[in-house]
């Protein structure tokens, strides 16, 4: 005899809808794996009268997600509306009405994990997320509690399927950003509104909590370095090939032996020979290197209706155990091994710069001398023939430097009468 477990869905939007109808179609299976029958008891949309693909007896529906804490019979409130101030306001209502929570919304957990986890630890009632980060890839789970053993030295992840997707376009066909984002957007890809896609924001939301569970306290969005892929061009896919590297948004977190944590989500030059190179499409990847384990890579789709909710699922089945035995873990433990976000200006890498200068003679110089006065090597240059806008493409890759000093020293560069228009500096990665 299994046990009745009411839920009470929040949304039935892509995910939420996908999670009823693929809760119905693997209920034997669930209930056979996990001892817990679900029923979905009450849906909350802002509009019950649209058509949907997927279809649920209309008394199910309100539009007042309050009701599902109202039923004493949901157990678990799955939060898939989107937003933040909204979801936040909801989510703690459900902790204080001891509902265990199930959501997928990145935004709210990077925003407010640390005033949810609290509460989460308070109530003593769980807060499960594995869907909020790599959509299908269950990387939460492999962190919290597959590699609970190592210490993380790093975690490098393509987060962000829209944004790969355009990348990989631009490369593999050397087309330009902005015709490859409208197709995103035509095969449903892209967000209608795909600025967190394309700005980075999306990808460091999924880095946050990231982060924060690998190092045990909550990274704040303020202490982490993210840049979108507007700016990188085919011609910059381009020579990036004939450096022998790839660019994509890559999400970097790692700590140093003092316990600082560095997190930055931007368009970075990986390595053609690193595994992440060949991470194409839609597609999302998270590399995790651990001091027992050594490096393991999860791949996947991280997004869409039916690998997203496998996560949730996932996460039903956990909140479902939590039901009938209670457990110590909330979803997240804060310890005390770490100590701080290293502020982004003081993170050293590897640098690849673009610049547009005048084609004559003692320019090279001009701009070898300004980086040897920083301090900063140059590690290879090309300069292709053929002017462009009235000047010449210089693209050069330099040696490790801080990143306050490389930024400053673009800037005296921008100066420089030779040359023209706005550089672009991108990370390279080297996963050392
Ligand atoms: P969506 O398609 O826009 O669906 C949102 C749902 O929430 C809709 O059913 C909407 O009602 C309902 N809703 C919104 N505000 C509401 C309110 N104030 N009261 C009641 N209902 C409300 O969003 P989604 O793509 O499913 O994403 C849901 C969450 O999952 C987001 O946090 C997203 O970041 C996260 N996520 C999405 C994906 C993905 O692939 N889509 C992957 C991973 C995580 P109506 O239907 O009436 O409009
Ligand atoms: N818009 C996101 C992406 C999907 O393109 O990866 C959910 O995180």
Same mark, same amino acid.
């Given at each position: 005899m299994s046990n009745r477990i009411g839920v009470g869905l929040a949304g039935f939007g892509t995910v939420g809808a996908g999670v009823y109808k693929n809760l119905a179609r693997n209920a034997d299976l669930l209930e056979q794996r996990t001892g817990a029958g679900f029923e979905v008891r009450r849906i909350a949309v802002r509009d019950p009268g649209k058509t949907r693909d997927v279809e649920a007896p209309s008394h199910l529906f309100t539009t007042d997600p309050s009701d599902l804490l109202a039923d004493p019979g949901i157990h678990i409130v799955v939060e898939l509306m989107g937003g933040v101030e909204g979801p936040f306001q909801f989510v703690c209502a459900a902790l204080r009405a001891g509902k265990t929570v199930v959501t997928g919304n990145k935004a709210l957990l990077a925003e407010k994990g640390r005033e949810i986890f609290d509460l989460a630890r308070e109530m003593r009632v769980p807060v499960f997320y594995e869907a909020a980060v790599a959509g299908g890839i269950p990387i939460i789970k492999v962190v919290r509690e597959a590699f609970v053993g190592n210490r993380f030295e790093a975690i490098h992840g393509i987060l962000n399927g829209t944004s790969n997707y355009i990348l990989t376009r631009m490369a593999d !066909?050397?087309? /330009?950003f902005a015709p490859v984002l409208a197709e995103a957007q035509k095969l449903g890809? *892209? !967000? *209608? /509104?795909?600025a967190l896609d394309i700005n980075g924001w999306d990808a460091a939301h999924k880095a946050i909590i990231l982060a924060s569970l690998a190092y045990g306290f909550w990274v704040s969005p303020a202490e982490v370095l993210v840049e979108g892929i507007e700016r990188v061009t085919a011609a910059d896919m381009l020579f990036a090939s004939e450096l022998g590297y790839r660019i994509k948004l890559l999400a970097s977190i790692k700590a140093d032996p003092r316990g600082d944590v560095e997190v930055r989500v931007v368009p970075t030059l990986i390595p053609d020979s690193h595994v992440l190179a060949s991470v194409n499409g839609v597609f999302n990847a998270v590399s995790v290197r651990g001091d027992v384990v050594g490096e393991a890579l999860f791949y996947g789709r991280g997004a869409g209706q039916d690998p997203t909710s496998s996560s949730v699922l996932a996460d039903l089945a956990e909140a479902a155990a939590f039901q009938q035995s209670p457990r110590r873990c909330v979803g997240f433990t804060a310890h005390s091994l770490y100590r701080r976000c290293k502020p982004a200006m003081e993170t050293v890498s590897k640098y690849y710069l673009r610049l547009g200068v005048q084609d004559r003679p003692g320019v090279l110089a001009q701009i070898a001398s300004t980086l040897a006065r920083a301090d900063i090597g140059i590690l290879s240059v090309i300069q292709p023939e053929g002017i462009v806008d009235g000047s010449v493409p210089l693209v050069l890759t330099l040696h490790d430097a801080p990143f306050g000093r490389m930024r400053e020293t673009v800037r005296e560069l921008t100066g420089l009468e030779c040359v023209h228009g706005n550089p672009l500096l991108l990370h390279m990665e080297t996963f050392a």
């Open positions: !066909e050397g087309l /330009d890809y *892209a !967000e *209608a /509104d795909p």
